[in-house]
């Protein structure tokens, strides 16, 4: 027997098949232990402001309720607007001036989420009392220029053309003795709370805000009352392409302001208008557009190891194309979106499939270490037990990847 064989064998199987660096797999869990420390250490919750609305006393449930197809009509207070309207607020002081105002939005569109904003154009009018009527008369004032949308974005270059009165620019008398002026409206508008937690299946609310533009006319000296019944959406609304309309709302709120204005007499109130149209993404589109690809590609993962051991290049090489595919696909979905400072849905399935593509990468290296260890075994009967074990681990692959994925996809669904 040559003395320089077992030398020669040692040396063969250790450039076959070199032993896992258990100091290197520490180093790497506390590296990313220190690296999750950091983040979380640096991540700085949001500031909230006192501003915030609440419903106001001005809106009847009986005539919201009264328009079928509505959406759900959201207490946009504080809470980030999530409650559930109820109209408990108290009855308005006597001697409030009052204002009646519907909006008929014909289109909305250029919605732009990086801004977040869009275009819209429709129709308005106004109803007031004499009260009122004396108030703008005494201070030379014109109604379609003291109220104003809030959230328009170029205020205050084209504030004066957002609401533009048709035929004069002097109110009618009716015969029940009130004020009227209708007029058109068309500009940029800000969408004050965006929620893409569910992306890509996303609710959108496109808000026109009206509100006193006279710091005098406070909650407790005039109130906007909205006409419900003669307020709408028309034929134009539904030429969103990729999002579908929910219904809109209509209601007066009262907007508490952080601030005296100088005045010196605590935090003040205005009364506020908000008409909303809601829409959502279509989740067919969704599914087939975002999430279908995505499957596909995991696909590849969860059958990675239907391939024959001996391909162990390709084994290997998979799991770097599938990530590379990843990082491709996220960046394109993720294209219209503003920077948020949370994760998406859609940003967490993504997160699960690049740990799952990890896990399929250590799987292949496991795999191809195991089954060259199996190849050094002289025994055949030993041999063919080691590559059925190893082809036994293989079968349940799959299994562990779909489950995993649908596990993770679940507990991020419902608590996103």
């Known amino acids: 027997m040559n003395p320089h064989e077992p030398r020669r064998r040692a040396r063969q199987r250790t450039s076959l098949q070199k032993p896992w660096n258990l100091s290197a797999l520490l180093m790497a869990l506390i590296a990313i232990g220190l690296m ?21 006393g001005s809106n009847s449930q009986a005539i919201i309720q009264r328009k079928k197809g509505l959406s759900e009509l959201l207490k946009r207070d504080h809470n980030d607007y999530q409650k559930s309207g109820k109209d ?42 004499d009260d009122l009527q004396e108030y703008l008369t005494k201070n030379d004032l014109k109604i379609w220029k003291v109220l104003t949308p809030v959230n328009l974005l170029d205020i205050p270059q084209s504030a004066d053309s957002v609401f533009v009165p048709t035929g004069k620019d002097e109110p009618i008398r009716m015969k029940d003795g009130s004020w009227y002026m209708t007029g058109a409206y068309s500009g940029i508008f800000f969408i004050d709370r965006s929620d893409f937690r569910r992306h890509p299946f996303t609710t959108l609310s496109l808000p026109i805000m009206i509100e006193a533009d006279d710091i005098v006319l406070s909650n407790n000296r005039l109130q906007i009352v909205p006409d419900v019944q003669g307020s709408g959406i028309g034929q134009f609304i539904y030429s969103n392409s990729g999002w579908v309309n929910q219904g809109w709302t209509l209601a007066s709120y009262k907007h508490h302001y952080d601030t005296d204005f100088g005045f010196g007499q605590g935090a003040s109130d205005y009364s ?40 162990y290049d390709v084994r290997l090489t998979l799991p770097v194309t599938v990530l590379l595919t990843l990082v491709f696909l996220q960046q394109t979905h993720d294209a219209d979106l503003p920077r948020l400072p949370y994760l998406t849905f859609l940003d967490e399935v993504y997160v699960v499939a690049y740990i799952l593509t990890l896990g399929a990468f250590i799987m292949m290296l496991w795999a191809c270490r195991r089954y060259y260890k ?35 996809l679940t507990i991020s669904w419902f608590t996103g």
């Open 36 to 56: 999750l420390l950091a983040v979380l250490s640096v991540d700085r919750p949001s500031s909230r402001t006192g501003d915030y609305l609440e419903l106001s």
């Open 88 to 129: 408990n607020a108290a009855p308005a002081e006597q001697g409030v001036m009052k204002v009646k105002m519907g909006i008929y939005a014909m289109n909305n569109y250029g919605i732009n989420l990086q801004v977040p904003s869009f275009e819209s154009s429709g129709y308005w009018w106004l109803k007031w009392d």
């Open 272 to 311: 506020q208008l908000v008409f909303e149209v809601k829409y959502a993404s279509s989740s067919w589109s969704a599914f087939w557009k975002v999430l279908v690809p995505l499957l596909i590609v995991m696909a590849m993962i969860a059958g990675a190891t239907k391939l024959d051991t001996t391909h």
């Open 374 to 408: 199996a190849l050094q075994i002289k025994d055949p009967v030993e041999q063919e037990v080691e590559l059925k074990k190893l082809d036994k681990s293989d079968d349940y692959w799959p299994t562990y990847v779909i489950a995993a994925g649908i596990i993770s």
